[in-house]
């Protein structure tokens, strides 16, 4: 990534990672990603917040020798997942009188994942500040957005907030500012459901903090910067919200075209009835648009046969992320057909432990669906009506 100054002597030297398909051998990357790092320039100090993913490290050199930094006198760890603190050890050798400043969880994180010695770390508390000269920089500790050792670091003087993984976004954007609003929208939404969805409640209370902060900038460790914040701020007040919309997520998957069969009739009876529903054919589905999805639909309908004797495998896959993420969903089903028996909407159901909608009758039925068999399906697109308008989000 070229070096980009962000505010006066406020800089970003971090790396694009164009080509990286995979986050934690789990999430999907369609547009890569980046790992921001910034340099803050005071009249006397200069600090360093946050480094990048091991695998870019060579980025990260050739930026400082770049932006002609001799020394740095603090480097900041918002957070201690390696795509943002894997090249600290490096940076630590490299500036050996810098201070390593992080908060009191994060020291025994980079002390145990990245053999830091604890000698050269100082632990920040909540609003603590320190002086670069001219520029100061004041911490916010906001755990569980999605680790707990994460803190928020605040240029005062520049309004420029350092979000670490909030706010972030999985995109490799070469001009680093958020040029195609709705293409990052989506993006940043994309983000929010699959690492941030299920802190809601925590981030609420963080953003409350920061409320009163005269922010001009925020500054994420991944994706794009926000000069003026209003666009991502907006978002997650929606996406933290208990708003739910009139729409229904159908992750599904079918072996012999029974429960896809009943799930295109569930499609079909619920649009008929104005609601929007999504189908997800699970085997073939990008789990980061799943997750998208959950960020504000009212209802779920998981769809699956039975497999020997419980749901198939996908099911059991989607339900558990879905129980991971813990949407908001306010309402849940489950549907499908078996063969000879099996405990599917049993252990379905019981793996929702996280998440407490209100769970509808099931419709599963023996064999191919039948007339009988899709009038069910008719009732629970009624129900799932009922439900929605009782909510005030379906008239
Ligand atoms: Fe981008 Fe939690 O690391």
């Given at each position: 990534?070229?070096?980009?100054?962000?505010?006066?002597?406020?800089?970003?030297?971090?790396?694009l990672d164009f080509d990286r398909r995979l986050f934690d051998g789990l999430i999907p990357l369609p547009?890569?990603?980046?790992?921001?790092?910034?340099?803050?320039?005071?009249?006397?100090?200069?600090?360093?917040?946050?480094?990048?993913?091991?695998?870019?490290e060579l980025d990260l050199v050739t930026n400082l020798v770049k932006s002609r930094v001799e020394k740095v006198d603090y480097i900041v760890v918002n957070h201690a997942e390696q795509d943002h603190s894997g090249s600290l050890p490096m940076m630590a050798e490299l500036?050996?009188?810098?201070?390593?400043?992080?908060?009191?969880?994060?020291?025994?994180?980079?002390?145990?994942?990245?053999?830091?010695?604890?000698?050269?770390?100082?632990?920040?508390?909540?609003?603590?500040?320190?002086?670069?000269?001219?520029?100061?920089l004041q911490f916010f500790m906001a755990p569980w957005v999605h680790w707990p050792e994460t803190m928020l670091t605040f240029a005062v003087e520049d309004g420029v907030l350092f979000s670490c993984d909030l706010f972030g976004t999985h995109m490799a954007e070469s001009t680093l500012t958020a040029r195609d609003k709705v293409q990052v929208y989506h993006s940043a939404k994309r983000y929010f459901a699959e690492i941030m969805m299920?802190?809601?409640?925590?981030?609420?209370?963080?953003?409350?903090?920061?409320?009163?902060?005269?922010?001009?900038?925020?500054?994420?460790?991944?994706?794009?910067?926000?000069?003026?914040?209003?666009?991502?701020?907006?978002?997650?007040?929606?996406?933290?919200?208990?708003?739910v919309s009139d729409e229904v997520v159908i992750p599904y998957v079918s072996m012999h075209g029974s429960t896809e069969k009943m799930v295109n009739h569930l499609v079909e009876a619920l649009i008929a009835r104005g609601i929007r529903a999504t189908p997800y054919?699970?085997?073939?589905?990008?789990?980061?648009?799943?997750?998208?999805?959950?960020?504000?639909?009212?209802?779920?309908?998981?769809?699956?046969?039975?497999?020997?004797?419980?749901?198939?495998?996908?099911?059991?896959?989607a339900t558990y992320l879905f129980n991971l993420l813990k949407?908001?969903?306010?309402?849940?089903?489950?549907?499908?057909?078996?063969?000879?028996?099996?405990?599917?909407?049993?252990?379905?159901q019981g793996m929702m432990t996280r998440v407490h909608p209100e769970v509808l009758d099931p419709v599963y039925i023996k064999g191919a669906p039948g007339t009988g068999d899709l009038k069910l399906i008719e009732s629970l697109a009624d129900t799932i009506e009922k439900k929605h308008r009782e909510i005030g989000i379906h008239s």
């Amino acid at each position: 990534m070229a070096v980009h100054e962000i505010a006066p002597d406020i800089f970003a030297i971090g790396a694009l990672d164009f080509d990286r398909r995979l986050f934690d051998g789990l999430i999907p990357l369609p547009q890569g990603t980046s790992y921001n790092s910034y340099l803050v320039r005071g009249k006397e100090k200069t600090a360093l917040i946050d480094t990048v993913d091991p695998s870019r490290e060579l980025d990260l050199v050739t930026n400082l020798v770049k932006s002609r930094v001799e020394k740095v006198d603090y480097i900041v760890v918002n957070h201690a997942e390696q795509d943002h603190s894997g090249s600290l050890p490096m940076m630590a050798e490299l500036f050996p009188t810098a201070r390593i400043l992080v908060s009191e969880k994060c020291l025994d994180l980079v002390v145990h994942l990245l053999d830091i010695d604890p000698a050269r770390c100082t632990v920040v508390s909540e609003q603590e500040s320190i002086d670069l000269g001219g520029k100061t920089l004041q911490f916010f500790m906001a755990p569980w957005v999605h680790w707990p050792e994460t803190m928020l670091t605040f240029a005062v003087e520049d309004g420029v907030l350092f979000s670490c993984d909030l706010f972030g976004t999985h995109m490799a954007e070469s001009t680093l500012t958020a040029r195609d609003k709705v293409q990052v929208y989506h993006s940043a939404k994309r983000y929010f459901a699959e690492i941030m969805m299920p802190f809601r409640k925590n981030i609420s209370e963080h953003m409350e903090k920061i409320k009163d902060l005269p922010l001009k900038t925020i500054a994420p460790s991944h994706g794009p910067v926000y000069s003026p914040p209003d666009l991502i701020l907006d978002a997650y007040r929606d996406w933290i919200s208990d708003r739910v919309s009139d729409e229904v997520v159908i992750p599904y998957v079918s072996m012999h075209g029974s429960t896809e069969k009943m799930v295109n009739h569930l499609v079909e009876a619920l649009i008929a009835r104005g609601i929007r529903a999504t189908p997800y054919n699970l085997p073939v589905t990008d789990i980061g648009e799943l997750a998208m999805s959950l960020v504000d639909a009212a209802t779920v309908v998981i769809g699956t046969p039975t497999l020997l004797f419980g749901p198939h495998p996908q099911a059991v896959y989607a339900t558990y992320l879905f129980n991971l993420l813990k949407p908001k969903t306010r309402f849940v089903a489950i549907i499908g057909s078996y063969g000879w028996g099996g405990k599917t909407v049993e252990t379905l159901q019981g793996m929702m432990t996280r998440v407490h909608p209100e769970v509808l009758d099931p419709v599963y039925i023996k064999g191919a669906p039948g007339t009988g068999d899709l009038k069910l399906i008719e009732s629970l697109a009624d129900t799932i009506e009922k439900k929605h308008r009782e909510i005030g989000i379906h008239s």
